[in-house]
């Protein structure tokens, strides 16, 4: 069998109009949404690109990878998916981000490998030529562009000359050259990640974009400081700074008011239509190479964005926007269904092994999905870990000193930003969020609550449910040899 795995980058669960979005158009992705088994509640390892990549292709969380913040490279011992298969069986390729070190230079028993990043030369490994430049800079500098297109320059090029564009035609013909022959493709998009600009950024309008049902739900006392901070520091200062293709600059993203964060959202959802017309493409190339039935296809991201709820932007906090996912899988001759339980992208590499016929090796911290697709619901389900490992942040250090309404010292800060957050999901909808440096825990019923609103770690009905959490986060973190020591409960 086939592989077609495709992955965005900050995509919320919700950035799905099949999934109840009421605003974003994704005809392409609803439609394989339709014919596919999707997983309502699938989670990231932790909530930043590098490590959860690294979970995606290995099954393993990040303390065991050691790929645990942003730039660390993936030990080339640790083996992907293609290493994994039967020897020759498939032609083999990855297309796009991969931001697990040496970023345009093929890896991890790919074939064909063609990048889109110049942005990580300064992390390649020794011998590493970082003069080199990406297949999509190249491609540009054919267009007529010059050789210095960095990411925010190309953000606001005509679509087809944008990273979406030039990886759609490459799937496309990646397929069409294959079609004879067994093959597994990984196509990893950018978008919607940030600069949060696109061709697209006019498709909607901001005044009718809907701000996010929590919204108001500002983190406070109650929260995790780490949250206090970005929270203070986004509505003073605003987010990010790039210069479009014409070489202007363009403003930084204002985060004051309501009109702010739905300018912010419109040109996200643009992002997210931009990507749907390519998954279009793909998908109609494989229906049109007659591959459908012969052909595993995986949609998902490798983690989502807070894009205004809770008044926050981009990633890296174990909120539900943060951390969950969209996660489809198209078997063929397997009826489309919906699965409720709570999963991790750490179970993915198992189960695109498992559904290719491929053995399942051991040691793996993922389960494979494959009796979810059959039908069954697997006895023992584990409970979803979700890790903080890293000091990935959007703002500096020195600028949420400034913005915090508080006097507060740079240890403080430091210490909130790495502090080493491990969160259970149970699979009765109950989350439970461990600050080993004493910097606010947290508990929300995720049925009566799902916009977590109401920490309830301190309340008498919360408190009743912290011992058994608490035991069964303790039990996972076992089970994978995660060795951060909780703290104790009070």
Known sequence: MNLLLIYTDEQRADAISQLGHPQISTPNLDALAKESQVFERCYATQPVCTPSRASLHTGLYPHATGATDNNLPLDSDLRCLPEWLSCGKHATGHIGKWHLGDEIFAQHGFDEWISTEDLYAKHYSDGRDRHETSDYLKFLVEQGYPPNANRSTVACMPEGLTKAGFMGDKACDFIERHQSHPFALAVSFLEPHMPFFGPRNT????????????????????????????????????????????????????????????????????????????????????????????????????????????????????????????????????????????????????????????????????????????????????????????????????????????????????????????????????????????????????????????????????????????????????AVNDSVALPCLN
Not at 208 to 224: Q, T
Not at 298 to 325: A, I
């Open 203 to 478: 498709q909607y309008k901001p005044e009718a974009c809907p701000l996010p049902g929590n919204y108001e739900a500002i983190p406070d006392e109650r929260s995790h400081l780490k949250k206090r901070l970005w929270h203070a520091a986004l509505r003073e200062q605003g987010y990010g700074n790039v210069i479009n293709h014409l070489g202007e600059p363009v403003p930084a993203h204002q985060l004051r008011d309501t009109s702010d964060w739905r300018r912010l959202q419109a040109n996200y959802y643009g992002l997210i239509s931009m990507v749907d017309h390519q998954v279009g493409r793909i998908l109609e190339k494989l229906s049109a190479c007659d591959l459908d039935q012969d052909t595993l296809v995986v949609f998902t991201s490798d983690h989502g964005d807070m894009m205004g709820s809770h008044q926050l932007l981009t990633k890296g906090l174990p909120y539900e926007e943060s951390v969950r996912v969209p996660l489809f899988i198209r078997v063929p001759g397997k009826a489309a269904g919906t699965v409720p339980h709570a999963v991790s992208l750490v179970d993915l590499l198992p189960t695109m092994l498992d559904l290719m016929g491929e053995s399942v090796p051991d040691g793996l911290h993922g389960a494979s999905l494959k009796p979810y697709i059959d039908g069954q619901v697997p006895k023992n389900i584990a409970d979803v870990l979700i890790q903080w490992n890293g000091n990935a942040s959007p703002i500096s250090v020195e600028n949420a000193i400034k913005a915090f309404p508080e006097p507060i010292e740079q240890e403080q800060v430091e210490q909130a930003f790495s502090d080493p957050v491990r969160t259970i999901i149970s699979q009765d909808g109950w989350k439970l969020s461990m600050s080993p440096h004493g910097l606010g825990n947290e508990l929300y019923n995720l049925n009566e609550d799902p916009g977590e609103w109401v920490n309830l770690y301190h309340t008498t009905a919360g408190q009743s449910m912290v011992p058994s959490l608490y035991d069964r986060l303790a039990k996972r973190m076992k």
